[in-house]
Nanobody, 122 residues
Framework: QVQLVESGGGLVQAGGSLRLSCAASGRTFSIYYMAWFRQAPGKEREFVAAIARSGGYTESADSVKGRFTISRDNAKNTVYLEMNSLKPEDTAVYYC???????????????WGQGTQVTVSS
């Protein structure tokens, strides 16, 4: 099991940028695939981006491609989500998650952070 704590959320105007961080503690961070999900009010939690254990492979949702970038620093036990050109529809609680397998569904991930709110104003 790994403990995850997100930070970096906040209020930003449309077109702006934010960088989310997710610090992991517990078991060896580098053995985990990591992902970001988000959940807007009244909607299901949805996949945003995922990254392989070494950081050499990533996937992202079509809705954020070209705007969001996932990365990780295994020496710092941290995964990041760089978000640029933010839109009001990006408003949601953003969660990081860890898994021993790579996936794009919530059921693929066992360990979750508490979430960080991102609000994009128009």
């Amino acid at each position: 099991q790994v403990q995850l704590v997100e930070s970096g959320g906040g209020l930003v105007q449309a077109g702006g940028s934010l960088r989310l961080s997710c610090a992991a503690s517990g078991r060896t961070f580098s053995i985990y695939y990591m992902a970001w999900f988000r959940q807007a009010p009244g909607k299901e939690r949805e996949f945003v981006a995922a990254i392989a254990r070494s950081g050499g492979y990533t996937e992202s949702a079509d809705s954020v491609k070209g705007r969001f970038t996932i990365s990780r620093d295994n020496a710092k036990n941290t995964v990041y989500l760089e978000m640029n050109s933010l839109k009001p529809e990006d408003t949601a609680v953003y969660y990081c998650a860890a898994s021993r397998t790579f996936g794009r569904t919530t059921t693929s991930y066992v360990d979750w952070g508490q979430g960080t709110q991102v609000t994009v104003s128009s």
